[in-house]
């Protein structure tokens, strides 16, 4: 049964790194070539599509997020993580990591529970 | 403003039916891109309902299904019950944003 466990520090300043890790057990990251990716949902809004990864390390990016995102891959540690530069207020929300069934824009067919991330002084 | 939408409530009484619609565009949903969807209890992992439109990975009832048509797709809800009550989510992909996006979700309350 394939898990993911998302963590990471709970609180975070403005104008810092946000960092989070996804530890996947129940599989092996290097032997299936799958896209693993990054949702979030701010207090009381809707999801948002962060970005994804293949197993490889080609990354695609939420557009919007561009600029100051980095997610990458550790697949020798079942591993992969999200860093968000100069976070505000509005990066709060609750983070998941998800394993997507087909292609990077595709389904996310397995979740972790999901963290939550306050911004705040 | 989501680039799917949907509707922000839904409601009906146990036993029945209930549809959540959700409306694309030329880029998205009618570029013949797929709709995903998901139920989401709060606290909890969102659980993937449909993919590929009308796909029901194993283990989701068979009350539950989707389908598509041009730029709007939609999720069917047969034989409600009380643990149906939920937030629902779209899911597909925009071509002109070049990335994955959702709908705005629905809240689904069981009467």
Same mark, same amino acid.
């Given at each position: 049964?394939?898990?993911?466990?998302?963590?990471?520090?709970?609180?975070?300043?403005?104008?810092?790194?946000?960092?989070?890790?996804?530890?996947?057990?129940?599989?092996?990251?290097?032997?299936?070539?799958?896209?693993?990716?990054?949702?979030?949902?701010?207090?009381?809004?809707?999801?948002?599509?962060?970005?994804?990864?293949?197993?490889?390390?080609?990354?695609?990016?939420?557009?919007?997020?561009?600029?100051?995102?980095?997610?990458?891959?550790?697949?020798?540690?079942?591993?992969?993580?999200?860093?968000?530069?100069?976070?505000?207020?509005?990066?709060?929300?609750?983070?998941?990591?998800?394993?997507?069934?087909?292609?990077?824009?595709?389904?996310?067919?397995?979740?972790?529970?999901?963290?939550?991330?306050?911004?705040?002084? | 403003?989501?680039?799917?939408?949907?509707?922000?409530?839904?409601?009906?009484?146990?036993?029945?039916? =209930?549809?959540?619609?959700?409306? @694309? #565009?030329? $880029?998205?949903?009618? %570029?013949?891109?797929?709709?995903?969807?998901? /139920?989401?209890?709060?606290?909890?992992?969102?659980?993937?309902?449909?993919?590929?439109?009308?796909?029901?990975?194993?283990? =989701?009832?068979?009350?539950?299904? @989707? #389908?598509? $048509?041009?730029?709007? %797709?939609?999720?069917?809800?047969?034989?409600? /019950?009380?643990?149906?009550?939920?937030?629902?989510?779209?899911?597909?992909?925009?071509?002109?944003?070049?990335?994955?996006?959702?709908?705005?979700?629905?809240?689904?309350?069981?009467?």
């Amino acid at each position: 049964q394939l898990q993911l466990q998302e963590s990471g520090p709970g609180l975070v300043k403005p104008s810092e790194t946000l960092s989070l890790t996804c530890t996947v057990s129940g599989g092996s990251m290097s032997s299936s070539s799958y896209y693993w990716g990054w949702i979030r949902q701010p207090p009381g809004k809707g999801l948002e599509w962060i970005g994804s990864i293949y197993y490889s390390g080609t990354t695609y990016y939420n557009l919007s997020l561009k600029s100051r995102l980095t997610i990458s891959v550790d697949t020798s540690k079942n591993q992969f993580s999200l860093k968000l530069s100069s976070v505000t207020a509005a990066d709060t929300a609750v983070y998941y990591c998800a394993r997507l069934g087909g292609s990077w824009g595709g389904y996310f067919q397995h979740w972790g529970q999901g963290t939550l991330v306050t911004v705040s002084s | 403003q989501s680039v799917l939408t949907q509707p922000p409530s839904v409601s009906g009484a146990p036993g029945q039916r =209930v549809t959540i619609s959700c409306t @694309g #565009s030329s $880029s998205n949903l009618g %570029a013949n891109y797929d709709v995903h969807w998901y /139920q989401h209890l709060p606290g909890t992992a969102p659980k993937l309902l449909i993919y590929g439109n009308n796909n029901r990975p194993s283990g =989701v009832p068979d009350r539950f299904s @989707g #389908s598509k $048509s041009g730029t709007s %797709a939609s999720l069917a809800i047969t034989g409600l /019950q009380a643990e149906d009550e939920a937030d629902y989510y779209c899911q597909s992909y925009d071509s002109g944003l070049s990335g994955v996006i959702f709908g705005g979700g629905t809240e689904l309350t069981v009467l």
